[in-house]
């Protein structure tokens, strides 16, 4: 139907593909604009007022906020929970992405409901979890306290709420991944006579590569900004178990807010760079399809 309806009394030329009418123009950058005026307001906006607010003393007194002792210590604690928290959770992402797209068991499914689990669960609700278990009055703090271990208020409660937080992470990159793929490659190696461990480490391994960096990447940015669920089982000891953003609140909370936005400033240039990483690994991963 190229040409006018003769019947209907239709005289306009219907539009060729790919033709757009100042309609379509229209509505193609009102929904720029719209998309463009959202970002501004609610994301554009107040990165530009952290980095105004952090440097609205000049530089020194940046730099002095940073250099603080309670402010380093924050900052150390977080890179240390980061360093320890992402390995583990890469391994076991891993681990259970291989299970649950390779094999065929028993309690599959209610594995992969385990893992969106904590997705479902407020954070502030997870670190309540390990105070009910491992606080003086939970189901092992009399133990713990018997043999003078501590895990809640202490290194060991920050590492274990944020693994919490972010164990899905790395697995819920590599399961559709690895479903995708298939296992055909995998069952050529083993006819061929490779084992388990080297058929995972020279077949599996590479074909799921940039799908663990980008797991590992959410993890890690995940893992440096948790606040609910650190914020409950750290007791907000300062210098000692106040991660980043935990410092950033009680900085505010003293009306110090030249120090609260630069500490705020250094978690946003962390967050640009594990942004940047995520893009690289995804240019990556798409040039190498």
Known sequence: MAGALLDGGFTDEAPRPGQHTWAHRLVRWLCIAVSLGFLAAVLLAPLATVFVMAFAHGLPAYFHSLVDPDTVAAIRLTLITALVVVPLNTLFGL????????????????????????????????GMIFVLLFGLHGWFGMWLREHDLSIVFALPGIMLATMFVTFPYVARELIPLMQQLGNDEEEA??????????TFFRVTLPKVRWGLVYGMVLCNARAMGEFGAVSVVSGHIRGLTNTMPLQIEILYNEYNFVGAFAVASLLTLLAVLTLAIKTLVERAGYRRR
């Open 95 to 126: 681990a259970a992405a291989w299970a649950i797209a390779k094999f065929e068991f028993r309690g599959k499914s209610m594995l992969i409901t385990l893992i969106d689990l904590p997705l479902a669960i407020s954070p502030v609700i997870s």
């Open 189 to 198: 190696a083993i006819t061929l006579g490779a084992g388990g461990w080297l």
